[in-house]
């Protein structure tokens, strides 16, 4: 992989305040093309262009890491500025988020589309799995993650 010269300092002191701009920003600075970093950290053309045009809010861990590598920063620079929910269902009872997901279960089931995410509100991508109990009888799973924020649908 290439060597980068670090950050100058009149743009560290002025970074860009969103991830998508953020990011956009140091590929300019790092002289860059989106192919150039695509390929750097083994994303596709497009999961690049999304990133920069805002569709997606927040990296995983390790997809972090793999970006931060390729523009040569350190990841906490992209960290600061990825989304956080504004809702925390944390501090909400358990009993409500099991109530809460087993809607969305239901909803899902029965072939409902465009669900909000109960954490961001969201639009969820959602599907229906088929497979097998230890009996080896036919049952289904709903599926469900946010698009926008971490947000999974865990089995109740």
Request: with cysteine; charged share 30%; hydrophobic share 40%.
């Amino acid at each position: 992989m290439r060597q980068f010269k670090s950050i100058p300092a009149e743009i560290r002191d002025n970074l860009a305040p969103t991830l998508a701009q953020r990011i956009n920003q140091l590929r300019t600075l790092r002289n860059m093309t989106v192919k150039d970093v695509a390929k750097a950290c083994r994303f596709t053309t497009q999961r690049v262009e999304d990133l920069e045009s805002g569709l997606e809010l927040w990296l995983s861990a390790t997809d972090r890491q793999l970006l931060a590598n390729a523009l040569a920063i350190e990841p906490q620079v992209l960290l600061e500025v990825e989304a956080k929910s504004t809702t925390n269902l944390v501090k909400e009872s358990a009993a409500y988020n099991q109530q809460k997901a087993r809607a969305i279960k239901e909803d899902i089931l029965e072939g409902e589309k465009n669900i909000e995410c109960p954490n961001c509100g969201g639009i969820l991508k959602c599907s229906i799995q088929d497979g097998l109990d230890i009996e080896g009888r036919p049952i289904i799973f709903a599926k469900a993650f946010c698009l926008k924020c971490p947000w999974v649908l865990k089995e109740i």
